[in-house]
């Protein structure tokens, strides 16, 4: 029987790897992608080392044709997609009337079209398994000072929830872990228990959204 596939999409030393070795350990071979080259070979010799299976695809969330084209390789060299975590973000910071158009659209592409067209060029591959889309508390609670990465992440949620309501259909689980924090080592957000989390949503396959937030005393 061959081995399950996750594909990390926005692989990064944060959440990312810390997702990637989640999947990992529980016997899943891995697919990152990222638009560094180099990154990506470190993190997939990182992996290596611990005796996983991994491969680094170079793709700009921004480009369809990237991620079109990766997704068709991933499957030809695995064989299978079964889960993608897309974990991909862009935030040039400023106040909403200091923003460029330009700024706003680029990080849109990246905070969101990128997350869809993943979806969509992934989903044909797959057989049942899950979508998985990280969000953020800006999409709740909007700051100023933030004002591009909350709209990103306000638009991502809200196409958690439609994709969610149209692959149910494919039997495609989609849902969006919504971090109410600022992700952190050595804390509630440290990203190593970020990624469990979303590993034990990929399991479960409840909820569309949960929100990951520190209890309060």
């Known amino acids: ?21 989640q999947f990992a350990k529980n016997g899943y071979q891995v697919a990152l992608l990222a638009r560094n080259a180099d990154r990506l070979a470190d993190y997939e ?26 997704m068709g390789q991933i499957h030809e060299m695995f064989g299978s997609i079964d889960t ?3 974990n991909a973000v862009a935030a040039t910071p400023g106040r909403p009337t200091t923003l460029t158009s330009a700024d706003v659209i680029r990080d849109f592409e990246v905070n969101v079209l ?17 979508i998985l889309l990280t969000g953020g508390g800006l999409a709740l609670y909007p700051s100023a000072d ?29 849902g969006t872990l919504t971090i109410k924090g600022f992700v952190q080592e050595g804390t509630y957000f440290a990203p190593e228990r970020i990624a469990e989390a979303l590993y034990d949503m990929h399991v479960q396959q409840t909820e569309v959204e949960r929100m990951y937030e520190e209890e309060q005393a």
Do not use: C, W
């Open 1 to 21: 029987m061959s081995m399950k596939t996750a594909v990390i999409i926005g692989a990064g030393p944060g959440i990312g790897l810390h997702t990637a070795e």
């Open 45 to 70: 010799s990182q992996l290596v080392q611990k005796g996983y299976t991994a491969k680094g695809f170079e793709a700009d969330t921004r480009s369809e044709a990237d991620l079109q084209m990766v």
């Open 84 to 86: 993608v975590v897309y």
């Open 114 to 130: 990128g997350a869809l067209m993943s979806a969509r060029f992934a989903a044909p591959y797959m057989d049942g398994g899950s």
């Open 146 to 174: 933030y004002a591009s990465l909350a709209i990103g992440k306000a638009a991502l949620r809200n196409l958690a929830y439609s994709l969610h309501e149209e692959l149910a259909d494919s039997s495609i689980y989609v």
